[in-house]
Nanobody, 117 residues
């Protein structure tokens, strides 16, 4: 079972930057997809960025060009680098791993990102 812990959230001004790390414990070998989701109050949780075991990435249209997902296999950590932040980016951000052994969608506890205007 994979456990995920994300951090790095906080209050940032419009146009500022944040880097969110997601530290994984346990083996992520069976996790074919890892990514970041966010959920604003009263809204559905949505995918922000994802990365496959092969290194391919995908992004929500609203964040393309501003947000980069990456991973450090040595540290077993995934990162979400967010630049040029906008108030619309305000949400709780969740780290996610879809794994097959054991078969489970693993979620972190969430970290709050607030972008002030």
């Amino acid at each position: 079972q994979v456990q995920l812990v994300e951090s790095g959230g906080g209050l940032v001004q419009t146009g500022g930057s944040l880097r969110l790390p997601c530290a994984a414990s346990g083996s992520t070998f069976s996790c074919n997809f890892m990514g970041w989701y966010r959920q604003a109050p009263g809204k559905q949780r949505e995918l922000v960025a994802g990365i496959s075991t092969g290194g391919s990435t995908n992004y929500a249209d609203s964040v393309k060009g501003r947000i980069t997902i990456s991973r450090d296999t040595t540290k077993n950590t995934m990162y979400l680098q967010m630049n040029s932040l906008k108030p619309e980016d305000t949400a709780v951000y969740y780290c996610h791993a879809r794994c097959s052994y054991p078969p489970r969608d693993n979620w972190g506890q969430g970290t709050q990102v607030t972008v002030s205007s």
